[in-house]
């Protein structure tokens, strides 16, 4: 069986990163394994269907009742909670695993999946922020073959590809800069505002994460556990068209860049197919019609996020834990109406000011830091 055969488990179905997935699963022929979802269980319920997946798993196990109802007479498999996500991630039936669930909550199944020595896709970057060091180690102990989905890492992957970690000189991650890239004034932004990327389409705590520029910050943290590449070796650079998704700058001043379409269906059937450029269902940038590629320097003090990034990665142990917790608890708070597109930047500031050093935490430690910094955000 082919790499691009093999039946897919994608975690988190039912969002962006997941129907963009199953778009491409079935432009490729790929048999879809399992589907799994929060709590969208009508959306789980049709595209386990219309896929025909084998399992349909809802994390949340308030709505089992409701997917088994859905899904009777269909012949796809119901299942809830935690450890059935966990499953899925880890049967003999599938052979790769889109990690697309959004936030920390993914990372018992990526776990799951690395452990059962799948092709893990990943696309849910904050596990590997909490947890890269433990993640990477579990990957090469049990001989999992971890592939990039966020455009950026993918980029770099095949800019990497035929050459030595000593050849590098940098990594340069490219961002489009967010819709307030030319705001002066951050304080004021509404939620709204925020939602309105202005080059990519995405689920919404990413969608705030690019516009306060955190989604860069974990995206260093991201590159570094992918690449084996310390942060001092990674730079940020705005390319607000999001045409080149990230560059490689080798030791002999020749840099590779990868260009695409800023549509996430190339990266995630690249994860797919590697290490084949197969027939996809996105057509190469038309570069006469663009007007111009245009590149310039990140405004760290209007957004403190990336150099917090590397504060958290230069403390180490529990700090990006403690960076990604606090940024998803003010994310959610934002997205909830409550407080200024700024508090997100004061309360991961504050987070990580507060965070205890620790050399090298257990999954434990990790799992505890987390727990700890919600708990005093949502008191
Ligand atoms: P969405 O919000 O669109 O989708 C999130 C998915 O995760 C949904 O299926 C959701 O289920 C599920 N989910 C949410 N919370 C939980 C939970 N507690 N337990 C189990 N499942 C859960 O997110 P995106 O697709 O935008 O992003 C997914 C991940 O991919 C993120 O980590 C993001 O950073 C990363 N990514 C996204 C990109 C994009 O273009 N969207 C690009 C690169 C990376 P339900 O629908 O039931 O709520």
Redesign the pocket.
Known sequence: MSAASRPLTI??????????TLSVAAHLGIPVHAV??????D??AALAIQHRAAVAV???EDGYTELKRLLAGTGVVAEAG?QA?CAVAADPGCGAVV?????A??LH?TLAAIRAGKRVCI????PLVMAGALIMGEAARCGATILP???EHSAIFQCLEGHRPDEVAELVLTASGGPFRTVADLGAVTREQALRHPT????????I?SATLM?KS?EIIEARWLFGVGVERIRVLIHPQSVVHSMVAYRDGSVMAQLGRPD?RT?IQYALTWPRHDSGQVAAPDFAALAALTFEAPDTARFPSLDMAYAAARAGGIAPAVMNAANEMAVARFLAGHGRFTDIFTTVERALGDAPSLGEPSLDDIIAADAEVRRRLAG
Not at 99 to 103: E, H, S, Y
Not at 200 to 207: A, F, N
């Open positions: 975690l988190g179905a039912t969002g962006s990163i997941g129907v963009s799994t979802a929060n709590r969208k269980v959306e789980l809802v994390a949340d935690a996500l990690t697309a669930i959004v936030g909550a993914g199944p696309a849910n970057k904050e989905v966020d455009s990519w389409t995405m689920g919404p705590k990413i969608t994460d989604n974990l996430m990266p």
